[in-house]
């Protein structure tokens, strides 16, 4: 990490400050955009240095606000030290953590790449869950904060061809449902957002960007339910009709039920 990562390092008194993970594109650019007309600062986490650039030039040009985008690969323990350590060096005291962040590889488990499997846990699980770790406590002594983690609608079924990527987010929605709890009448809430297929990169990545479009949310409406949810501190917000209906089927239907349509469901759209 060096010191030119930081473009910009103004901070405002005025406005609140929104720390934004995978804030360059798709669904996390959007609720940065949307935390920026709500009137917040925003600090863009991401890899790509011009990703980041662009969206932040963007942001400041737009709604006038200050952004600091700082290049980290939250994959590695040096990634998330460093989200912390620009936080503490700038003394900068996050109202907002969105632990957007995330990565999904399809295909058989036996036959996946270790690294592709193990990056999924690192920042899917581990990043969101160190941040979350080292943001709180400042949140909690202000006794003002919203922590937005990102899970989906596989957080509610095991996914056959996404194991390791649905099990991390039955993950994120479990943390984040018992610190909801945890955090009743502090002042701070935390929130999980289950979008249901979006259009963004994540999905052509995926190669199931050939969808019908009435299946695909725009991440400009996942953005719109994100600050709502977050205002009302709501534990869990699945985000549009389709997909709260696909988490109540697997709710109330038999597990091997669930696995099985799951599975076909899945071969049908990722092929794998
Ligand atoms: N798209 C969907 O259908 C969908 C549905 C439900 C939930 N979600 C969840 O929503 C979140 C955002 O998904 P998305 O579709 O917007 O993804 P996306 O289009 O692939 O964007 C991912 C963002 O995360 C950043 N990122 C990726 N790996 C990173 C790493 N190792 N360290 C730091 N930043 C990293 C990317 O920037 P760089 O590449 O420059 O690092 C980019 O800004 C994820 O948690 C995803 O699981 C997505």
Known sequence: MSPHDVSSSSKSKARPLAVVTGGSRGIGAAIAERLALENHDVLLVARSQAGLD????????????????????????????????????????????????GLAASG???VSYRQAVTSQLDVNVRALTVLTHGILPGMLARGRGRILNLAGVTAFQPVPGLAVH?????????????????????????????????R?????????????????????????????????????RITGFGPQLTAAWAKWQPRSLVRYVSGVVSRFALNY
């Open 166 to 198: 649905a099990a991390s987010k039955a993950y994120v929605l479990s943390f984040t449902e018992a610190l909801s709890e945890e955090l009743r009448n502090s002042g701070v809430t935390a929130t999980v957002l289950c979008p249901g297929i979006t």
């Open 54 to 101: 662009a969206h932040a030039h963007s942001l400041r040009s737009v709604y006038g606000i200050n952004v600091i985008s700082l290049a980290a690969d939250l994959a590695t323990g040096e990634g998330v030290a460093a989200v912390l350590g620009q936080i503490a060096e700038l003394k900068l005291e996050p109202d907002v953590l969105v632990n957007n962040a």
């Open 200 to 236: 963004t990169d994540m999905l052509s990545d995926l190669g199931a960007d050939e969808l019908p479009r009435y299946m695909l949310q725009a991440p400009s409406e996942v953005a719109r339910d994100a600050w709502e949810a977050m205002q009302k501190g709501e534990p869990v």
């Open 108 to 110: 058989r488990f036996a």
